[in-house]
């Protein structure tokens, strides 16, 4: 019988891009779908299809009952409060946990956080993503498992890089840090192609664990910039936004979400992220556990993100 694997955040940019690398991987797959947002699963549900959410225990039970590892999707990135967030970046991990742990046999775990988790003072996000590796650590003692902290992942389908690089695709980059502000990116397919190779590792050391792209060091926003207009065979020009400029729309957007009802994006608290000098990520351990190792540049992921620029003769990607 095939091994399944019980998967998170379907719906989400991550989780369907998992989804399909997992099924084409040869691996049977096992769904929590909110019942709201049937419709935007990639393919008509199944037999294994859960419908229920991270609030609903029976819901967790069935999805991880005998399966051979859970794969953690879910999560809140918009939000006003910490509430908004933790409900899911928090009590959504541990109940998880807990179902996974009522298990005859325990099944491994990956959980996705992020690298905000290094800075947790910057956001109520960055905060409870922290706090969510801290519940892994704490209740998951009777398993193994493996957080994972992905720094900006962009790729098809993605809803909050896309903006900014079809900003660059007109020819107007927005350069959102300071001229010596680092941060690493990560096209989606290296990252379902890490968990991949966790998946059939068979087994690592628990633990947090940053994964990045090729640029060992990240890129500034100069450099981003500098090779989309590379990729792209025009000038681009460049648009600071400063901090205060930042913050007066983030303060604008709270107001709309509070007046509108909706789940705000850009916050002080994210603007306080993407201000922040050092995102820059590093797969040492990552790699040193599982072997894997990352294979898209910036400049790969955008062509296959953007479509833009053509391969050259030099990309050697197996
Ligand atoms: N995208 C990035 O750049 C990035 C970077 C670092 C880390 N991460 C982490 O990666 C994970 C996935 O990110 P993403 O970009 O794919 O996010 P996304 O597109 O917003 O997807 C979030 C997913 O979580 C599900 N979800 C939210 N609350 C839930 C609940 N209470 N019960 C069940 N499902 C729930 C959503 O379901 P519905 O469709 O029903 O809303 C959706 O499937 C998140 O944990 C995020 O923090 C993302």
């Not at 990552?286 to 072997?291: C, D, F, I, K, Q």
């Amino acid at each position: 019988m095939p091994r399944i694997i019980a998967v998170t955040g379907v719906t989400g940019f991550i989780g369907r891009m998992l989804v399909r690398s997992l099924r084409s991987a040869g691996w049977s797959v096992r769904l929590l779908v909110r019942p709201d947002s049937i419709a935007r699963l990639s393919s008509p549900p199944t037999s294994e299809t859960i419908l229920g959410s991270l609030e609903d225990p029976i819901a967790l039970e069935q999805l991880v009952n005998g399966v051979y590892a859970v794969i953690h999707c879910a999560g809140a990135v918009r939000g006003r409060t910490f509430e908004d967030f933790s409900q899911v970046n928090v009590e959504g991990v541990k109940r998880l946990v807990r179902a996974a742990l009522n298990q005859s046999n325990t099944p491994r775990f990956l959980s996705l956080s992020s690298l905000a988790a290094r800075e947790p003072q910057l956001s109520h996000y960055a905060s409870s993503k922290q706090q969510g590796e801290q519940a892994l650590a704490e209740a998951g003692g009777g398993m193994e498992w493996v957080a994972l902290r992905p720094p900006a992942v962009y790729g098809p389908g993605d809803r909050e890089m896309l903006p900014l690089f079809q900003w660059m695709g007109r020819g107007i980059a927005p350069i959102l840090g300071e001229p010596l502000a680092r941060l690493s990116l990560l096209y989606v397919e290296d990252l379902t192609t890490a968990i991949l190779s966790w998946l059939d590792s068979g087994g690592c050391k628990s633990g947090v664990y940053e994964i990045t792209d090729t640029q060992d060091n990240g890129y500034s926003w100069e450099e981003v910039t500098e090779r989309v207009s590379v990729l792209l065979s025009r000038r681009l020009i460049r648009v600071p936004l400063n901090e205060p400029l930042l913050r007066a729309l983030a303060g604008l957007n709270l107001v709309g979400a509070r007046v509108l009802g909706y789940a705000p994006m850009l916050t002080p608290g994210k603007v306080r992220e993407i201000r922040h000098a050092d995102w820059v990520g590093d797969n040492g351990e990552l790699t040193a556990a599982l072997g894997w190792t990352p294979t898209y540049s910036l400049e790969d992921g955008l062509r296959a993100t953007m479509g833009w620029g053509r391969p050259d003769s030099t990309d050697s990607r197996g």
